[in-house]
């Protein structure tokens, strides 16, 4: 197996795209592309015009041309959509999904890892949330049919994917044990059979890409082990001050004086027995610097998984205004990124870097009308008459209730869809931005010259790699 140093993180909606995986990957690291909600990311694209005519591109090498046709014709538009129109909305997701947006979900993901592995031979990972469960035989199946070569995937425990990956590998059927919240058997199954689905084109055999799971305690770990013997081709460690969505302290109910989950002795990994186990990991979470390179290589790890440090390299796909504003503040030691317990309607703690006029700010949430047009993070819930309902503590508080939901999930919770979507330049008019950062961004003092500076990705490898002694303050 191939083990590099660095891995580049999965992060957002359309922050790490294609080129920036691209770009790593070529470096002689591992490129991650993020596919979380890649249906709505195509849509979005194509809408747009699909500048430069990547996309269109990729999808001329989806092996299934009469797909290509059907969403072209629905979705794109030549030159793109007027500023102020809105974007068409795509199906939602549900147990027994559309073949429309069955089809969707596996040309977004093919697309998306064919143009980061376009060009190059070197691997390409994808990265999914294990918390949107009803899409991943469909999305392993787009990024499989692309070749991908690995799979990231936290925010949540994720032993069913190496059975899905196995399955799909193999030309066999994959499923999907579906929670479903407030139900009595406690999940619902999800059947695919790729060759009935997309016709005989469809290959015999694929290539089956390692499994990287992203865990936060090394019990958790040794159960993955135990349970998937021979399955799991190395973890990603991810400690609590990485960005995105955080592992919720093992102590529950325990909140700092600004509101904050504190993680304490219970959270804390074993690395000897993370090393015991026998299998490569990584660590992640304030690592980014040849020190943090050195350190988990003396934990036993083969390097680092590193996020913050490519969403500021102008090769992310990150909003340009916002992403200098976040530079420069990080420069000057004065980002502060909270470690958000109710804004994610996923339950889990979530990291937000605190920026006036986003929807971080209080007074900008608490303006902001609510709705539910991405419908990305709605989750299946079954009421007390049987019926199975979608939902989202972010939506109108009025249709959550009635959807059985209860009133304290919804205060705090911020819509994630609208919000990542417009932090990469997707989102509707008038819909204002969220971002996620790691807690440690101390990397922007040895990356640029002053507050103004910029970076590329391949900068951002090679500080990593230096020696921790020959290491550059560029602010000095």
């Known amino acids: 197996m191939y083990i590099p140093k660095i891995i580049q993180g999965g992060m957002g909606i359309y922050i790490s795209i294609p080129d920036l995986a691209n770009i790593t990957s070529r470096a002689g690291m591992l490129g991650t592309v993020s596919c979380t909600a890649a249906e709505r990311i195509l849509v979005h694209l194509l809408q747009l015009g699909d500048v430069d005519g990547h996309y269109r591109r990729a999808l001329a090498h989806f092996p299934f041309p009469e797909i290509t046709e059907r969403i072209l014709a629905r979705y794109f538009i030549e030159g793109g959509k007027l500023l102020n129109q809105k974007f068409k909305e795509v199906p939602l997701f549900s147990l027994r999904p559309r073949s429309d947006l069955i089809e969707l979900a596996i040309m977004a993901s093919f697309a998306l890892v ?60 994959p499923s999907y044990h579906v929670y479903v919240e407030g139900s009595k058997k406690g999940t619902q199954i999800i059947n695919f059979n790729p060759r009935e689905f997309l016709g005989e084109k469809f290959p015999r055999e694929l290539k089956r890409p390692g499994f990287l799971p992203i865990v936060s305690t090394d019990v958790l770990a040794k159960l993955m082990v135990a349970k998937l013997p021979s399955s799991i081709q190395g973890f990603i460690i991810e400690l609590p001050t990485a960005g995105g969505h955080n592992a919720p302290p093992r102590e529950k109910g325990v909140f700092d004086n600004t509101g904050q989950p504190v993680y304490g002795k219970k959270d804390e990994v074993n690395f000897q027995k993370i090393n015991d186990l026998g299998i490569p990991f990584w660590m992640a979470g304030s690592f980014a610097s040849p020190e943090g390179l050195t350190k988990a290589q003396k934990l036993g790890a083969f390097g680092i998984q590193a996020g913050s440090i490519f969403a500021l390299s102008e090769d992310s796909g990150m909003n340009p205004y916002y992403r200098a504003m976040m530079r420069r503040r990080g420069y000057r030691s004065e980002l502060s990124v909270r470690t958000d317990p109710t804004a994610s309607p996923t339950g889990f703690p979530f990291k937000v870097p605190q920026i006036l006029g986003t929807i971080s700010d209080p007074e900008i949430y608490a303006a902001r009308e609510r709705n539910c047009s991405r419908k990305a993070l709605q989750f299946p819930a079954e009421q007390a008459d049987g019926k199975i309902v979608f939902r989202c503590a972010a939506e109108p508080v009025k249709d959550y209730l009635k959807k059985g939901g209860k009133l304290e999930d919804t205060i705090g919770a911020r819509c994630l869809c609208n919000g990542l979507f417009s932090a990469a330049t997707l989102g509707d008019p008038n819909e204002l931005p969220i971002f996620t950062m790691g807690d440690d961004v101390s990397f922007l003092r040895h990356l640029m010259k002053d507050e103004n500076d910029s970076y590329k990705a391949i900068d951002a490898i090679a500080y990593l790699l230096q020696s921790p002694q020959r290491r550059p303050d560029m602010s000095q």
């Open 114 to 173: 064919w143009l980061a592995k376009e060009g190059h031979d070197g691997p390409i990972s994808v990265n999914y949330l294990e918390k949107l469960q009803i899409g991943h035989i469909y999305h392993l199946t787009g990024a499989m049919l692309a070749g991908v070569d690995f799979v990231t995937m936290g925010a949540g425990i994720t032993l069913q994917i190496p059975g899905v990956l196995d399955a799909i590998a193999s030309g066999n059927n």
